[in-house]
């Protein structure tokens, strides 16, 4: 069964510097993006339910329907009451540099080029300030320490409040943070995506930087709602995922099943147990759910209400050991691409 979920979502600081947030963020990007067609009516109305149950962070990125993503939040803030809207955070990406046709070329972590996306960005969602501005992948090509202190020019501005990072490794979050102060690492954390927590997580917390984690359901693997033979739209990302193929997937789902009986033993759902486990990871950690529909949305923030002791813990631990999922998870050019993996 589904819990019901709070009316009003309790907040976590995001790190030392950061704001006050809701403890659950939506991760709009599925609403655009990705895992194929989308329904606008429903990806607004669950931008709204967030709002209406407390959910303060909207995730976004400029680069997510090369622009579609920020319109719709743009369109989701300006039908919301002013009360969600005075309450809504905003969390965006930049710096990937895409094609016409939907492919990635790399990314653009110039100076010049960050108060580029940061000007268009601004127009497209309709205000004067970003709440958390980052670059999406670290350019190999750039310093860090220049595209970080050119968001601290951002901020000195005005145009942004704080400053994130995005998949970066222990040693470039040091270097960052070395120039300005960095409110959060948004980074994959999840059950059967836990490297972060040898190097990266424990650097962050002595530097006194927040988490945001996305895929806390591995897209929808560990969700409890994909199945074997679930066919997947073209353009959806999980088609050429690693852990969504042949005898991983069967693995991974494998996995699920255990996950599932523990789940059901404390009469929660499996996406509840997942994203409750990395709420249970830390105060200083903000999972971030990608619900593109309000059952989906309702389902997550009931996992607000699922607390785990640690006979749970430990039940979870031994139904998905760490690096117990088969598969990596990112294709391997894309893989390439991450400081946090090297």
Same mark, same amino acid.
């Given at each position: 069964m ?6 009003s ?7 030392a510097? $950061?704001?006050v947030v809701?403890a659950?963020?939506l ?28 959910v ?13 993503n920020?319109l ?8 919301? !009451? ?8 905003t969390?965006?990406?930049?710096g ?8 990635? =070329?790399?990314y653009?972590?110039?100076?010049a080029a960050?108060k580029?996306? %940061?000007?268009? !960005?601004?127009?497209?969602?309709? =205000?004067?300030?970003?709440?958390v ?7 190999p ?31 470039t979050?040091?270097r960052?943070?070395?120039?300005a102060p ?8 999840s ?14 917390r ?9 895929g806390v359901? !591995?897209r929808?693997?560990?969700s409890?709602?994909?199945?074997r ?9 999980? $088609?050429m ?7 991983n ?6 996995l699920?099943?255990r ?9 929660? =759902?499996?996406?509840? =147990? ?12 903000v ?23 640690? %006979?749970?813990?430990?039940?979870i631990?031994?139904?998905?050991p760490?690096?117990? %999922? ?7 050019a894309q893989?390439?691409?991450?400081? !946090?993996?090297h």
């Open positions: 589904t819990t019901t979920p709070k009316t979502v309790p907040t976590r600081p995001l790190g510097t $950061g704001p809701s659950l963020g991760g709009c990007m599925g609403m655009s993006a990705l895992y194929g067609e989308s329904d606008r009516a429903e990806s607004i109305a669950t931008i709204h339910a967030a709002l209406d149950a407390g303060t962070l909207l995730d976004t990125g400029d680069f997510y329907g090369m622009g579609h920020e719709l939040i743009n369109e989701a803030l300006r039908t919301a !009451s002013a009360a969600a809207r005075e309450q809504a955070l969390s965006v990406k930049f990937a540099l895409r094609t016409v046709e939907g492919g990635f =070329t790399g653009d972590g110039r100076p960050v580029n996306f %940061a000007a268009y !960005s601004l127009q497209r969602l309709g =205000t004067d300030h970003i709440d501005y980052r670059i999406a992948r670290v350019d090509d750039v310093p860090i320490e220049e595209t970080v202190g050119a968001i601290a020019e951002l901020v000195e501005a005005g145009h942004v409040r704080h400053i994130g990072l995005s998949e970066v490794g222990a040693d979050l040091r960052a943070a070395a120039v960095i409110a959060d690492l948004q980074i994959e954390y059950l059967v995506s836990r490297s972060v927590e040898e190097k990266i997580l424990p650097t962050a002595e530097l006194g930087i927040g988490v945001t984690a996305y359901l !591995s929808g693997l560990i409890g709602h994909f199945t033979d679930r066919e997947l739209a073209p353009g959806d990302f999980r $088609g995922s690693p852990r969504f193929q042949g005898e997937l069967d693995r991974n789902l494998d699920v099943d996950l599932r009986a523990v789940a059901e033993a404390k009469g929660v =759902t499996v996406a509840q =147990t997942a994203i409750a486990w990395v709420l249970a990871q830390g105060q200083d950690i999972p971030l759910v990608g619900a593109r529909r309000r059952d989906r949305l309702a389902e997550a923030l009931g996992a607000l209400d699922v607390t785990l002791d640690a %006979a749970d813990l430990a039940a631990e031994e139904a998905v760490a690096g117990a %999922a088969a598969g990596a998870r990112y294709p391997e893989m390439a691409h991450l400081d !946090s993996e």
